[in-house]
């Protein structure tokens, strides 16, 4: 069975420019996360997607940050535009629904900002 | 605010000791799960812990969970130079949210 993947695995763009992370989650997982690590801190969640819909938004930092799961597979989070504190590394994690959520983490997006 | 602390941050040891690693966390949950993560490689899940008092081993690395004392440890036994990575803690809060609360993590090196 595949990972979760995420797409790309570093990305460095200058202040202004717009970045788009993907994640594509384990085939028949429905639930579906972002989190970010900022460089020296912890990692804190973003939002929560079951199937399509987002269950969960809470962690989102502010409308410059756009997530979408188009048909309930994978995800885009789209960051415009780009500031210097949005670098760092997101995660992607997908479960099973109703699987005492044990979640199955991507090995990240290193993201930089210049 | 919902808080997960584990310590050491950072813990440097010979081939052969043992050492824990504390979790401790500030809201009701009896979900709490262990990861490890190598540089530039995804969180790889080690432990799941159910209920209080749950016990888990594999290999050299055992978790156990306290629910009462909102408590998690990962003791290692007998390290070896393979163990050397980054040690995570996440809580489930009991909110139902199913987003997890990641402690700082532990880096860990064993050194031969």
């Known amino acids: 069975e595949a990972g979760v993947t995420q797409f790309p695995s570093h990305s460095v763009i200058e202040k202004g420019q717009t970045v788009t992370l993907r994640c594509d989650p384990i085939s028949g997982h429905d639930n579906l996360y972002w989190y970010r690590r900022v460089m020296g801190k912890e990692i804190k969640f973003l939002l929560h997607f079951v199937k399509e819909s987002k269950q969960d938004e809470s962690g989102m930092p502010n409308n410059r940050f756009l997530a979408e799961r188009t048909g309930g597979t994978y995800s885009t989070l789209k960051v415009q535009p780009a500031e210097l504190e949005d670098s760092g590394v997101y995660f992607c994690?997908?479960?099973?629904?109703?699987?005492?959520?044990?979640?199955?983490f991507g090995p990240g997006t290193r993201l930089t900002v210049l | 605010e919902l808080k997960v602390e584990q310590n050491p941050l950072f813990l440097s040891m010979q081939e052969g000791k043992n050492y824990t690693i504390y979790c401790n966390y500030s809201t009701t949950s009896d979900r709490l799960y262990w990861y490890r993560q190598d540089p530039g490689k995804s969180l790889e899940s080690l432990f799941v812990l159910l209920s209080n008092g749950a016990v888990k081993q594999e290999g050299r690395l055992m978790a156990s969970l306290d629910t009462k004392a909102r408590l998690s440890t990962l003791h290692i036994t007998a390290a070896v130079h393979d163990l050397s990575a980054t040690y995570f803690c996440?809580?489930?809060?009991?909110?139902?949210?199913?987003?997890?609360?990641f402690g700082t993590g532990t880096r860990l090196k064993v050194l031969a």
């Open positions: 996440a809580v489930d809060p009991d909110s139902g949210t199913y987003k997890y609360i």
């Open positions: 994690a997908s479960s099973r629904l109703g699987a005492y959520n044990e979640q199955f």
